[in-house]
Protein backbone atom coordinates (compact mmCIF):
# COMPACT_ATOMS: atom_id res chain seq x y z
CA UNK A 1 0.00 0.00 0.00
CA UNK A 2 1.51 3.13 -0.88
CA UNK A 3 1.83 5.67 2.09
CA UNK A 4 -0.88 8.43 2.90
CA UNK A 5 1.33 10.96 2.31
CA UNK A 6 3.38 9.64 -0.63
CA UNK A 7 -0.02 10.53 -2.84
CA UNK A 8 -0.68 13.99 -1.81
CA UNK A 9 1.18 15.44 -5.01
CA UNK A 10 -1.33 13.96 -7.12
CA UNK A 11 -4.15 15.24 -8.72
CA UNK A 12 -7.48 14.61 -7.80
CA UNK A 13 -8.78 12.05 -10.71
CA UNK A 14 -11.66 13.26 -12.74
CA UNK A 15 -13.97 11.56 -12.60
CA UNK A 16 -13.38 9.78 -9.13
CA UNK A 17 -15.25 9.34 -6.51
CA UNK A 18 -13.02 11.80 -4.32
CA UNK A 19 -14.08 14.39 -6.75
CA UNK A 20 -18.08 13.74 -6.51
CA UNK A 21 -17.74 13.93 -3.06
CA UNK A 22 -15.53 17.03 -2.90
CA UNK A 23 -18.41 18.72 -4.96
CA UNK A 24 -20.91 17.16 -2.10
CA UNK A 25 -18.86 19.32 0.14
CA UNK A 26 -18.57 22.70 -2.26
CA UNK A 27 -22.59 22.36 -1.90
CA UNK A 28 -23.13 22.36 1.27
CA UNK A 29 -19.90 24.78 1.71
CA UNK A 30 -21.96 27.11 -0.74
CA UNK A 31 -25.07 27.12 1.90
CA UNK A 32 -22.80 28.32 4.57
CA UNK A 33 -20.73 31.37 3.09
CA UNK A 34 -22.31 31.65 -0.64
CA UNK A 35 -21.43 30.73 -4.25
CA UNK A 36 -18.18 32.80 -4.72
CA UNK A 37 -16.37 32.29 -1.24
CA UNK A 38 -17.28 28.28 -1.45
CA UNK A 39 -16.26 28.53 -5.28
CA UNK A 40 -13.11 30.53 -4.34
CA UNK A 41 -11.93 27.68 -1.85
CA UNK A 42 -13.19 25.05 -3.82
CA UNK A 43 -10.64 25.88 -6.59
CA UNK A 44 -7.92 25.88 -4.40
CA UNK A 45 -8.24 21.88 -4.67
CA UNK A 46 -5.78 20.50 -7.31
CA UNK A 47 -3.97 17.30 -5.58
CA UNK A 48 -4.83 14.79 -2.93
CA UNK A 49 -2.92 16.73 -0.15
CA UNK A 50 -5.61 19.89 -1.09
CA UNK A 51 -8.55 17.34 -0.99
CA UNK A 52 -7.80 16.32 2.31
CA UNK A 53 -7.35 19.97 3.82
CA UNK A 54 -10.13 20.80 2.19
CA UNK A 55 -12.49 18.44 3.23
CA UNK A 56 -10.40 18.45 6.84
CA UNK A 57 -11.31 22.51 6.64
CA UNK A 58 -14.50 22.47 5.63
CA UNK A 59 -16.38 19.41 7.51
CA UNK A 60 -15.80 21.15 11.03
CA UNK A 61 -18.02 23.71 9.88
CA UNK A 62 -20.34 21.78 8.16
CA UNK A 63 -20.78 19.66 11.29
CA UNK A 64 -21.49 22.38 13.17
CA UNK A 65 -24.61 23.61 10.93
CA UNK A 66 -25.78 19.87 11.07
CA UNK A 67 -26.20 19.83 14.54
CA UNK A 68 -28.37 23.33 14.33
CA UNK A 69 -30.11 21.95 11.70
CA UNK A 70 -30.80 18.56 14.10
CA UNK A 71 -31.40 20.68 17.29
CA UNK A 72 -34.41 22.82 14.94
CA UNK A 73 -36.10 19.63 13.84
CA UNK A 74 -36.24 18.35 16.85
CA UNK A 75 -37.45 21.48 18.98
CA UNK A 76 -34.04 21.42 21.20
CA UNK A 77 -34.25 18.17 22.27
CA UNK A 78 -31.72 15.41 22.26
CA UNK B 1 -52.76 -1.89 17.64
CA UNK B 2 -50.99 -4.64 18.31
CA UNK B 3 -49.23 -6.17 15.30
CA UNK B 4 -51.17 -9.02 14.35
CA UNK B 5 -54.38 -6.82 14.52
CA UNK B 6 -52.49 -4.88 12.20
CA UNK B 7 -52.35 -7.47 9.62
CA UNK B 8 -56.65 -7.40 9.63
CA UNK B 9 -55.55 -3.87 7.57
CA UNK B 10 -54.00 -3.09 5.01
CA UNK B 11 -50.50 -3.12 3.89
CA UNK B 12 -50.10 -0.07 5.19
CA UNK B 13 -51.05 -0.85 8.58
CA UNK B 14 -48.32 -3.32 9.07
CA UNK B 15 -45.71 -1.27 7.04
CA UNK B 16 -45.44 2.06 8.79
CA UNK B 17 -41.47 2.61 8.04
CA UNK B 18 -39.54 1.49 5.25
CA UNK B 19 -35.34 1.53 6.03
CA UNK B 20 -32.87 1.19 3.31
CA UNK B 21 -28.99 0.71 3.34
CA UNK B 22 -27.07 0.83 0.69
CA UNK B 23 -23.50 -0.68 0.22
CA UNK B 24 -20.92 -0.70 -2.28
CA UNK B 25 -19.74 -3.10 -5.06
CA UNK B 26 -20.29 -6.61 -4.23
CA UNK B 27 -22.26 -8.87 -6.88
CA UNK B 28 -24.58 -11.86 -5.63
CA UNK B 29 -22.29 -14.38 -6.82
CA UNK B 30 -19.74 -13.10 -4.89
CA UNK B 31 -21.18 -12.81 -1.50
CA UNK B 32 -23.66 -15.62 -1.64
CA UNK B 33 -22.84 -18.14 -4.30
CA UNK B 34 -20.66 -20.02 -1.87
CA UNK B 35 -23.33 -19.45 1.32
CA UNK B 36 -24.63 -23.00 1.21
CA UNK B 37 -28.25 -21.47 1.08
CA UNK B 38 -30.59 -23.84 -0.56
CA UNK B 39 -32.31 -22.57 -3.32
CA UNK B 40 -30.57 -19.53 -4.94
CA UNK B 41 -29.40 -19.40 -8.00
CA UNK B 42 -25.63 -18.98 -7.90
CA UNK B 43 -22.47 -19.33 -9.67
CA UNK B 44 -20.43 -22.93 -9.70
CA UNK B 45 -17.28 -24.26 -11.01
CA UNK B 46 -18.67 -25.08 -13.97
CA UNK B 47 -19.68 -20.97 -14.97
CA UNK B 48 -15.92 -19.75 -16.18
CA UNK B 49 -14.23 -16.80 -17.89
CA UNK B 50 -11.63 -17.43 -20.65
CA UNK B 51 -8.95 -14.68 -21.14
CA UNK B 52 -5.29 -14.86 -23.13
CA UNK B 53 -5.64 -18.99 -23.64
CA UNK B 54 -6.36 -19.86 -20.04
CA UNK B 55 -9.59 -20.95 -18.44
CA UNK B 56 -10.88 -19.53 -15.26
CA UNK B 57 -13.47 -21.03 -13.26
CA UNK B 58 -15.86 -19.40 -10.22
CA UNK B 59 -14.92 -20.89 -7.10
CA UNK B 60 -14.06 -19.67 -3.55
CA UNK B 61 -11.10 -17.97 -1.77
CA UNK B 62 -11.63 -14.08 -2.39
CA UNK B 63 -9.14 -12.26 -0.91
CA UNK B 64 -10.05 -10.03 2.20
CA UNK B 65 -9.43 -7.03 0.07
CA UNK B 66 -8.84 -6.80 -3.51
CA UNK B 67 -5.43 -5.72 -4.42
CA UNK B 68 -7.00 -2.99 -7.04
CA UNK B 69 -10.45 -1.62 -7.70
CA UNK B 70 -12.15 -3.30 -10.36
CA UNK B 71 -13.40 -1.25 -13.13
CA UNK B 72 -17.21 -0.85 -13.11
CA UNK B 73 -18.39 1.99 -15.60
CA UNK B 74 -20.70 1.30 -18.40
CA UNK B 75 -17.64 0.65 -20.78
CA UNK B 76 -15.98 -2.24 -18.28
CA UNK B 77 -19.52 -3.58 -17.45
CA UNK B 78 -20.28 -3.85 -20.98
CA UNK B 79 -16.82 -5.90 -21.61
CA UNK B 80 -17.91 -7.86 -18.22
CA UNK B 81 -21.21 -8.79 -19.72
CA UNK B 82 -20.78 -9.62 -23.30
CA UNK B 83 -17.09 -10.39 -23.91
CA UNK B 84 -13.62 -9.24 -24.26
CA UNK B 85 -13.41 -5.91 -26.18
CA UNK B 86 -16.89 -6.31 -26.73
CA UNK B 87 -18.52 -1.96 -27.01
CA UNK B 88 -21.98 -0.77 -26.89
CA UNK B 89 -22.72 1.38 -30.39
CA UNK B 90 -24.33 4.29 -29.69
CA UNK B 91 -27.96 3.80 -31.30
CA UNK B 92 -27.06 -0.26 -31.81
CA UNK B 93 -29.29 -2.71 -29.73
CA UNK B 94 -27.24 -4.02 -26.18
CA UNK B 95 -24.70 -6.56 -27.57
CA UNK B 96 -25.45 -10.05 -26.58
CA UNK B 97 -24.83 -11.03 -23.44
CA UNK B 98 -22.51 -14.12 -21.68
CA UNK B 99 -21.07 -12.93 -18.64
CA UNK B 100 -17.74 -14.08 -20.20
CA UNK B 101 -15.64 -10.77 -20.05
CA UNK B 102 -14.89 -10.56 -16.29
CA UNK B 103 -11.30 -11.37 -16.09
CA UNK B 104 -10.42 -9.90 -19.42
CA UNK B 105 -11.73 -6.76 -17.99
CA UNK B 106 -10.31 -7.15 -14.68
CA UNK B 107 -6.75 -8.01 -16.13
CA UNK B 108 -7.34 -4.70 -18.58
CA UNK B 109 -9.03 -2.00 -17.60
CA UNK B 110 -7.79 1.30 -16.13
CA UNK B 111 -10.84 2.88 -15.86
CA UNK B 112 -9.94 2.76 -11.58
CA UNK B 113 -6.36 2.93 -11.49
CA UNK B 114 -3.25 0.39 -12.44
CA UNK B 115 -4.82 -3.62 -13.58
CA UNK B 116 -3.65 -5.95 -10.90
CA UNK B 117 -0.50 -8.54 -11.54
CA UNK B 118 -1.65 -10.81 -13.78
CA UNK B 119 -1.64 -13.73 -11.04
CA UNK B 120 -4.11 -12.17 -9.45
CA UNK B 121 -7.12 -12.20 -12.35
CA UNK B 122 -8.49 -14.78 -10.86
CA UNK B 123 -9.41 -12.91 -8.12
CA UNK B 124 -12.54 -11.36 -10.26
CA UNK B 125 -14.36 -14.93 -9.85
CA UNK B 126 -13.68 -16.08 -6.77
CA UNK B 127 -16.02 -15.82 -3.99
CA UNK B 128 -16.04 -14.89 -0.28
CA UNK B 129 -17.61 -17.61 2.58
CA UNK B 130 -20.76 -14.86 3.87
CA UNK B 131 -21.61 -17.21 6.99
CA UNK B 132 -17.89 -16.30 8.17
CA UNK B 133 -16.59 -13.33 6.50
CA UNK B 134 -20.23 -10.90 6.49
CA UNK B 135 -21.68 -13.66 9.14
CA UNK B 136 -24.38 -10.29 10.08
CA UNK B 137 -25.37 -10.65 6.33
CA UNK B 138 -25.59 -14.34 6.74
CA UNK B 139 -27.56 -14.32 9.27
CA UNK B 140 -30.13 -12.28 7.86
CA UNK B 141 -30.08 -13.81 4.49
CA UNK B 142 -30.90 -16.78 6.20
CA UNK B 143 -33.32 -15.57 9.22
CA UNK B 144 -35.63 -13.19 6.19
CA UNK B 145 -35.59 -13.01 2.71
CA UNK B 146 -32.48 -13.13 0.66
CA UNK B 147 -33.87 -11.75 -2.75
CA UNK B 148 -31.58 -13.44 -6.21
CA UNK B 149 -32.79 -11.53 -9.06
CA UNK B 150 -31.81 -7.98 -7.88
CA UNK B 151 -30.44 -5.99 -10.57
CA UNK B 152 -28.39 -3.35 -9.75
CA UNK B 153 -30.83 -0.27 -12.17
CA UNK B 154 -28.13 -0.04 -15.23
CA UNK B 155 -24.83 -1.85 -16.24
CA UNK B 156 -22.34 1.31 -14.89
CA UNK B 157 -21.21 2.94 -11.69
CA UNK B 158 -21.93 4.24 -7.95
CA UNK B 159 -23.09 7.42 -9.32
CA UNK B 160 -26.29 6.38 -11.68
CA UNK B 161 -27.11 3.26 -9.55
CA UNK B 162 -27.78 5.47 -6.30
CA UNK B 163 -29.45 7.72 -8.47
CA UNK B 164 -31.54 5.59 -9.71
CA UNK B 165 -32.55 4.57 -5.93
CA UNK B 166 -33.68 7.96 -5.14
CA UNK B 167 -35.47 8.63 -8.47
CA UNK B 168 -35.80 5.57 -10.50
CA UNK B 169 -33.74 7.61 -13.06
CA UNK B 170 -30.30 8.74 -13.44
CA UNK B 171 -31.09 11.81 -15.72
CA UNK B 172 -29.14 9.72 -18.26
CA UNK B 173 -26.17 9.80 -16.21
CA UNK B 174 -24.37 6.48 -17.52
CA UNK B 175 -20.95 7.05 -15.70
CA UNK B 176 -18.93 8.12 -12.60
CA UNK B 177 -20.21 12.08 -13.68
CA UNK B 178 -17.03 14.71 -14.13
CA UNK B 179 -15.98 17.63 -12.53
CA UNK B 180 -17.75 19.60 -15.37
CA UNK B 181 -20.43 18.11 -15.63
CA UNK B 182 -21.16 18.38 -11.33
CA UNK B 183 -20.43 22.36 -11.76
CA UNK B 184 -23.11 22.45 -14.49
CA UNK B 185 -25.94 20.78 -12.20
CA UNK B 186 -24.49 22.49 -9.36
CA UNK B 187 -25.65 25.62 -11.00
CA UNK B 188 -29.14 24.14 -10.38
CA UNK B 189 -27.99 23.86 -6.73
CA UNK B 190 -27.71 20.06 -7.10
CA UNK B 191 -28.45 16.76 -9.12
CA UNK B 192 -31.90 17.36 -10.64
CA UNK B 193 -34.20 14.62 -11.58
CA UNK B 194 -36.89 15.29 -14.33
CA UNK B 195 -39.24 13.80 -12.25
CA UNK B 196 -38.20 14.95 -9.01
CA UNK B 197 -36.97 12.54 -6.53
CA UNK B 198 -38.54 10.28 -4.10
CA UNK B 199 -37.69 12.89 -1.48
CA UNK B 200 -39.57 15.58 -3.02
CA UNK B 201 -42.79 13.00 -3.29
CA UNK B 202 -42.75 12.09 0.56
CA UNK B 203 -41.71 15.34 1.47
CA UNK B 204 -39.14 16.82 4.19
CA UNK B 205 -40.96 15.33 7.63
CA UNK B 206 -41.56 11.90 6.19
CA UNK B 207 -37.95 10.81 5.43
CA UNK B 208 -34.98 10.80 7.62
CA UNK B 209 -31.27 10.40 6.13
CA UNK B 210 -28.22 8.70 7.91
CA UNK B 211 -24.32 8.06 7.50
CA UNK B 212 -22.38 6.32 9.87
CA UNK B 213 -20.40 7.93 11.71
CA UNK B 214 -17.49 5.55 12.14
CA UNK B 215 -14.29 5.25 10.38
CA UNK B 216 -12.04 7.30 8.20
CA UNK B 217 -13.51 10.63 8.94
CA UNK B 218 -12.12 11.83 5.46
CA UNK B 219 -14.90 9.15 4.11
CA UNK B 220 -18.00 10.64 5.73
CA UNK B 221 -19.48 12.56 3.10
CA UNK B 222 -22.75 11.58 2.07
CA UNK B 223 -23.11 11.14 -1.42
CA UNK B 224 -27.12 11.15 -1.29
CA UNK B 225 -26.31 15.15 -0.29
CA UNK B 226 -25.37 15.90 -4.32
CA UNK B 227 -29.00 15.79 -5.27
CA UNK B 228 -30.63 18.84 -5.29
CA UNK B 229 -33.04 19.92 -1.77
CA UNK B 230 -30.51 17.71 0.14
CA UNK B 231 -27.78 19.19 2.03
CA UNK B 232 -24.68 17.23 3.73
CA UNK B 233 -26.20 19.40 6.96
CA UNK B 234 -29.87 16.95 6.57
CA UNK B 235 -27.89 13.88 6.70
CA UNK B 236 -27.63 12.66 10.84
CA UNK B 237 -24.62 10.70 12.07
CA UNK B 238 -25.74 7.20 12.82
CA UNK B 239 -24.85 7.88 16.31
CA UNK B 240 -28.16 9.29 16.76
CA UNK B 241 -30.28 6.47 15.03
CA UNK B 242 -31.34 4.14 17.92
CA UNK B 243 -32.28 7.30 20.05
CA UNK B 244 -34.69 8.53 17.39
CA UNK B 245 -35.86 5.37 16.82
CA UNK B 246 -36.56 5.22 20.68
CA UNK B 247 -38.33 8.99 19.93
CA UNK B 248 -41.50 9.17 18.84
CA UNK B 249 -39.83 8.87 15.07
CA UNK B 250 -42.42 9.53 12.18
CA UNK B 251 -40.75 9.05 9.29
CA UNK B 252 -42.14 6.74 6.54
CA UNK B 253 -38.53 6.33 4.56
CA UNK B 254 -35.22 6.28 6.25
CA UNK B 255 -32.03 5.63 3.74
CA UNK B 256 -28.60 5.10 5.50
CA UNK B 257 -25.31 5.51 4.01
CA UNK B 258 -21.84 4.24 4.92
CA UNK B 259 -19.09 5.79 5.30
CA UNK B 260 -16.16 5.33 2.75
CA UNK B 261 -12.79 5.10 4.16
CA UNK B 262 -9.88 6.73 2.86
CA UNK B 263 -11.38 8.20 -0.05
CA UNK B 264 -8.54 10.66 -0.41
CA UNK B 265 -6.09 8.58 -1.30
CA UNK B 266 -8.27 5.78 -2.97
CA UNK B 267 -8.01 2.74 -0.55
CA UNK B 268 -11.32 3.43 1.15
CA UNK B 269 -9.62 1.31 3.95
CA UNK B 270 -11.54 1.96 7.40
CA UNK B 271 -15.07 2.83 5.84
CA UNK B 272 -18.45 0.45 6.27
CA UNK B 273 -19.20 0.15 2.45
CA UNK B 274 -17.81 -3.58 2.07
CA UNK B 275 -16.11 -1.40 -1.02
CA UNK B 276 -13.48 -4.49 -2.41
CA UNK B 277 -10.45 -3.16 -1.31
CA UNK B 278 -11.42 -2.43 2.30
CA UNK B 279 -12.98 -5.51 3.33
CA UNK B 280 -16.16 -7.22 4.48
CA UNK B 281 -15.95 -7.05 8.39
CA UNK B 282 -16.63 -2.90 8.69
CA UNK B 283 -19.73 -3.14 7.04
CA UNK B 284 -21.01 -5.90 8.30
CA UNK B 285 -20.63 -4.92 11.79
CA UNK B 286 -22.59 -1.90 10.50
CA UNK B 287 -25.50 -3.98 8.79
CA UNK B 288 -25.62 -5.64 12.31
CA UNK B 289 -25.61 -2.45 14.15
CA UNK B 290 -28.79 -1.05 11.97
CA UNK B 291 -30.46 -4.21 12.41
CA UNK B 292 -30.16 -4.06 16.10
CA UNK B 293 -31.26 -0.86 16.46
CA UNK B 294 -34.73 -1.41 13.99
CA UNK B 295 -34.97 -4.67 15.81
CA UNK B 296 -34.74 -3.35 19.54
CA UNK B 297 -37.19 -0.22 18.81
CA UNK B 298 -40.48 0.19 19.35
CA UNK B 299 -40.65 0.38 15.30
CA UNK B 300 -39.57 -3.39 14.63
CA UNK B 301 -43.61 -4.12 14.25
CA UNK B 302 -44.12 -1.93 11.86
CA UNK B 303 -40.62 -1.99 9.99
CA UNK B 304 -39.30 -3.16 6.80
CA UNK B 305 -35.34 -2.85 5.98
CA UNK B 306 -33.67 -3.80 2.95
CA UNK B 307 -29.81 -4.17 2.16
CA UNK B 308 -28.67 -3.81 -0.84
CA UNK B 309 -25.33 -3.03 -2.87
CA UNK B 310 -25.63 -0.09 -5.68
CA UNK B 311 -23.87 -2.16 -8.40
CA UNK B 312 -21.37 -4.92 -8.29
CA UNK B 313 -17.70 -3.55 -8.78
CA UNK B 314 -16.66 -5.70 -11.18
CA UNK B 315 -16.93 -8.80 -9.66
CA UNK B 316 -18.12 -11.80 -11.63
CA UNK B 317 -21.96 -12.84 -11.20
CA UNK B 318 -23.40 -16.09 -13.44
CA UNK B 319 -27.24 -14.57 -14.24
CA UNK B 320 -27.15 -12.28 -17.57
CA UNK B 321 -29.03 -9.20 -16.56
CA UNK B 322 -32.30 -8.72 -18.89
CA UNK B 323 -34.60 -5.80 -20.56
CA UNK B 324 -35.32 -3.13 -18.31
CA UNK B 325 -38.07 -0.42 -18.64
CA UNK B 326 -36.20 2.91 -19.91
CA UNK B 327 -37.16 6.05 -17.46
CA UNK B 328 -38.45 7.79 -19.98
CA UNK B 329 -38.47 10.76 -18.05
CA UNK B 330 -37.46 13.19 -20.69
CA UNK B 331 -34.20 13.89 -19.02
CA UNK B 332 -31.74 15.36 -21.70
CA UNK B 333 -29.07 13.57 -23.65
CA UNK B 334 -26.27 15.87 -22.58
CA UNK B 335 -25.10 13.60 -19.06
CA UNK B 336 -25.54 10.34 -21.61
CA UNK B 337 -22.20 9.68 -22.73
CA UNK B 338 -22.80 6.50 -24.65
CA UNK B 339 -26.15 6.41 -25.77
CA UNK B 340 -27.35 3.94 -23.48
CA UNK B 341 -31.24 3.73 -23.45
CA UNK B 342 -31.59 2.24 -19.73
CA UNK B 343 -32.86 -0.63 -20.90
CA UNK B 344 -31.19 -3.67 -19.81
CA UNK B 345 -30.58 -3.96 -15.74
CA UNK B 346 -26.91 -4.40 -14.62
CA UNK B 347 -25.22 -7.29 -12.82
CA UNK B 348 -27.18 -9.11 -10.22
CA UNK B 349 -26.26 -7.37 -6.19
CA UNK B 350 -27.04 -8.84 -3.13
CA UNK B 351 -30.40 -7.86 -1.82
CA UNK B 352 -31.94 -9.05 1.76
CA UNK B 353 -35.56 -8.21 3.16
CA UNK B 354 -35.65 -7.78 6.45
CA UNK B 355 -39.04 -7.37 8.50
CA UNK B 356 -41.14 -9.43 11.49
CA UNK B 357 -43.99 -9.78 8.19
CA UNK B 358 -41.29 -11.53 6.42
CA UNK B 359 -41.00 -15.38 5.83
CA UNK B 360 -37.98 -17.30 7.78
CA UNK B 361 -35.38 -18.63 5.09
CA UNK B 362 -37.34 -17.14 2.22
CA UNK B 363 -35.01 -17.23 -1.38
CA UNK B 364 -37.01 -14.93 -3.74
CA UNK B 365 -36.48 -15.46 -7.43
CA UNK B 366 -38.69 -12.15 -7.88
CA UNK B 367 -36.32 -9.60 -10.84
CA UNK B 368 -35.78 -6.27 -8.53
CA UNK B 369 -33.78 -3.59 -9.31
CA UNK B 370 -33.29 -0.19 -7.00
CA UNK B 371 -36.51 1.10 -8.20
CA UNK B 372 -38.09 -1.21 -6.67
CA UNK B 373 -37.48 0.36 -3.63
CA UNK B 374 -39.18 3.21 -4.83
CA UNK B 375 -42.25 1.31 -6.04
CA UNK B 376 -42.60 -0.61 -2.60
CA UNK B 377 -42.53 3.39 -0.76
CA UNK B 378 -45.23 4.11 -3.84
CA UNK B 379 -47.56 1.58 -3.40
CA UNK B 380 -47.38 1.24 0.31
CA UNK B 381 -47.79 4.82 0.70
CA UNK B 382 -50.14 5.81 -1.87
CA UNK B 383 -47.86 7.89 -3.90
CA UNK B 384 -47.22 8.38 -7.36
CA UNK B 385 -44.66 6.33 -9.64
CA UNK B 386 -41.68 8.69 -10.52
CA UNK B 387 -41.06 7.34 -14.25
CA UNK B 388 -42.11 4.37 -16.04
CA UNK B 389 -38.86 2.24 -14.44
CA UNK B 390 -40.45 2.64 -10.80
CA UNK B 391 -43.92 2.44 -12.38
CA UNK B 392 -43.01 -1.00 -14.00
CA UNK B 393 -41.13 -2.14 -11.35
CA UNK B 394 -41.77 -5.03 -9.03
CA UNK B 395 -42.23 -4.37 -5.35
CA UNK B 396 -41.19 -6.57 -2.25
CA UNK B 397 -44.66 -6.22 -0.69
CA UNK B 398 -45.65 -9.44 -1.67
CA UNK B 399 -43.25 -10.52 0.81
CA UNK B 400 -45.14 -9.53 3.77
CA UNK B 401 -47.06 -12.47 5.02
CA UNK B 402 -50.27 -11.69 7.24
CA UNK B 403 -48.84 -13.13 10.62
CA UNK B 404 -45.90 -11.00 12.69
CA UNK B 405 -43.42 -13.14 14.04
CA UNK B 406 -41.36 -13.40 17.57
CA UNK B 407 -38.97 -15.51 16.64
CA UNK B 408 -36.60 -12.42 14.97
CA UNK B 409 -32.78 -12.61 16.58
CA UNK B 410 -32.58 -9.34 18.79
CA UNK B 411 -29.02 -9.32 17.91
CA UNK B 412 -27.19 -10.61 14.85
CA UNK B 413 -23.47 -10.47 13.63
CA UNK B 414 -20.02 -12.03 15.37
Given amino acids: ?78 | MNANAAAAGGLDQIIEHVFVLMLENRSFDHLFALSGIPGIIAATTANTNTYSGATYAFGGGAPSQMPTDPGHEFIDVIEQLCGANAQFQRGQPFPPIDNSGFVANYATTRTEGTPPQSGDVDDIMRGVDASTQSSAMYQLATQFVLCDAWHSSLPGPTWPNRYFLHGASSAGLDHSPTSDEICKWEGLDGFVYPKGSIFDALGKDNYRLYQDHLGDPLGRIPQVASIKGISVCDVDDLSHFEADLAAGYTARYTFIEPSYGDVVNNTYENGSSQHPMDGLAAGDQLVARVYGAIRNSPLWDKSLFVILYDEHGGFYDSVMPGKATPPNDGAAATLNASGFGFDVYGVRVPAIVVSPWVAQGKVDHTTYDHSSVLATLERLFGLQPLTDRDKSANDVLSLITQTCRQDCPERIGA
Avoid: C, N, W
Avoid at chain 1, 20 to 29: D, F, P, T
Fill in chain 1, 1 to 78: MTPTLDRDHELVPDPSTLMGLLHVLRKAHMELVGKDAAHQRFSRVSTRGDARQYIEEVMPHLMKEREKRRQRRHGGGK
